[in-house]
């Protein structure tokens, strides 16, 4: 390792008099991967913000390479050479791949006018190196939530920065995907970048990070060098305590079937789709990126449209062509993109929670909200959550991810349903709120309802799953029970290396 890149001292960050920083003073090496983590509201992705300009401290001092600076905004991290893959996406939906990736930054011809050309080209070779297919000049709003992350890694990766920020990169990536990032940053590494890498998830830190900083409500706790802490070790530091069993115990769902799919069809996305769901049910759906997880739930809830196939609640069929006819059904979902349509930053906790089920809240025909009872409903939803905030009336985009993400899943069981589709409902979440929402949907499931749940962590598919389906390109390969519910059974079903019980 070389000399010191970039130093904070006494870095300190109120919001409304409420300190979210206090006295950050750490040293990031150049060319090394340093990893930070901690729970959410720890600190993290404010520290980063203000690394790469979005917020400004309120006092303390930055240096880098050397020297005092003030980094007032993102063009002047841009200009010192920082760059950052945020949380969450910040990409223009009605523009190209290739315009968002050089957005800011354009190349232009000696006439001043964008060289279009070259951006497409330059765009094929970063989105080449992340082994994606995805066309240069595809428009955002056309891709999956895993293609804009991938997008976000390449324009972050494209102006060639000296200190590269990535704030939970991996929260809706695969395994191999994961794969191939680590591929990407240990290249950087060797060219002398210089990385910060935040997770939640310790298993990647202790992978690809030289150190470990661990931050607890907005402290600096220690810094250790990875070879020195263990997984175990790294999550205690975290949450300040003993941490119990993660998955609660798997209690056997009812016989009775509440919900079944048959023959449901996408041309060109699914292929004759059939499963059922029991009452109590906790039903996993695994697989790779793009194997069609996320298109079953979205067709299921009437976002995208089927050419054929049933839907059956209760032995009835129902027709669903969409999002309101699901949930007049007793289905809701809990989608993967929390900010881009789970739920709305510029709106309050309750406006959050009760946004899919107002009605229930209105009086004389919309005349008017009984802002009493929605503020109980909300109230009873913040306790059971655990949701940290000061108000319900705080809009959202001052909550850290965890709790957004924690309102978000407030917002899908608010109208109580008996169906409720998850889609990766821990990302983005520290250790301690997975556990939390874990046990509050193993709680629900006892309760009596019924759960499909989607993730591309297959710790939690196996820990949590009372019986797994795994896809791959659109159909499904195969069904998994008790033990059978391993690593390598659903890889091998992913993969296609076999086909498994496709019984329902």
């Not at 299921?300 to 669903?320: A, Y």
């Amino acid at each position: 390792m070389n000399d010191g890149l970039l130093k904070t001292q006494n870095i300190c960050k109120e919001f409304s008099s409420v300190p979210v920083l206090k006295d950050i003073t750490i040293e990031i090496i150049r060319g090394e991967i340093l990893g930070i983590i901690g729970e959410n509201g720890a600190g993290k992705s404010t520290l980063m913000k203000i690394l790469s300009g979005i917020y400004t401290s309120t006092s303390g001092e930055i240096v880098f390479e050397g020297k005092a600076v003030v980094i007032s905004d993102p063009l002047t991290a841009k200009k010192l050479g920082i760059s950052i893959i945020p949380q969450e996406f910040n990409l223009v939906n009605d523009l190209t791949v290739y315009d968002n990736i050089f957005l800011g930054s354009e190349i232009r011809k000696k006439n001043g006018f964008l060289d279009k050309k070259r951006m497409m080209e330059r765009t094929k070779e970063l989105l080449k190196e992340l082994e994606v297919e995805i066309k240069p000049d595809e428009k955002i709003e056309n891709l999956s939530t895993v293609q804009k992350q991938m997008v976000e890694i390449c324009k972050a990766v494209s102006i060639d920065a000296k200190l590269l920020i990535m704030d939970e990169p991996t929260s809706v990536l695969s395994q191999h995907e994961i794969e191939i990032l680590y591929r990407l940053m240990r290249r950087l590494k060797k060219q002398g970048t210089t990385i910060i890498y935040i997770s939640h998830k310790l298993k990647e830190i202790k992978a690809i990070c030289d150190r470990v900083m661990v931050l607890r409500d907005g402290e600096l706790i220690f810094t250790e060098i990875i070879q020195d802490i263990t997984v175990l070790e790294m999550a205690q530091y975290m949450v300040g305590r003993e941490l119990n069993q993660v998955f609660p115990e798997k209690k056997v769902p009812e016989a009775e079937v509440v919900f079944e799919v048959q023959n449901l069809t996408v041309p060109g996305v699914l292929e004759n789709i059939n499963f059922q769901l029991k009452k109590g049910e906790i039903l996993g759906f695994a697989g790779l990126v793009g194997s069609g997880r996320t298109a079953v739930a979205e067709t299921i809830m009437g976002i995208r449209k089927r050419s054929s196939g049933e839907i059956f609640r209760n032995g009835k069929k129902i027709l669903v062509w969409k999002p309101q006819d699901s949930v007049e059904n007793g289905i809701n979902y809990l989608s993967e993109d929390r900010q881009g349509t789970g739920i709305l930053t510029n709106f309050s906790v309750t406006q959050n929670t009760t946004l899919v089920s107002l009605t229930s809240y209105c009086k004389y025909f919309f005349q008017y909200i009984l802002k009493n009872k929605e503020q109980e409903a909300t109230l009873k939803h913040k306790e059971r959550f655990n949701i940290k905030t000061q108000s319900l009336d705080t809009k959202l985009e001052y909550l850290s991810g965890g709790n957004q993400q924690k309102v978000s899943l407030a917002k899908s069981i608010d109208p109580a349903p008996e169906v409720l589709i998850a889609n990766e409902p821990t990302r983005g979440v520290d250790v301690s709120a997975k556990q939390e929402i874990y046990r509050f949907i193993n709680s629900l499931a006892e309760e009596g309802l019924s759960c499909l749940f989607i993730s591309s962590e297959q710790e939690e598919i196996i820990g949590m799953c009372h019986r797994v389906i795994v896809m791959k390109d659109g159909r499904i390969t195969g069904s998994l029970e008790g033990e059978s519910i391993n690593e390598e059974e659903i890889m091998f079903l992913a993969t296609g290396i076999r086909e498994g019980d496709i019984s329902s």
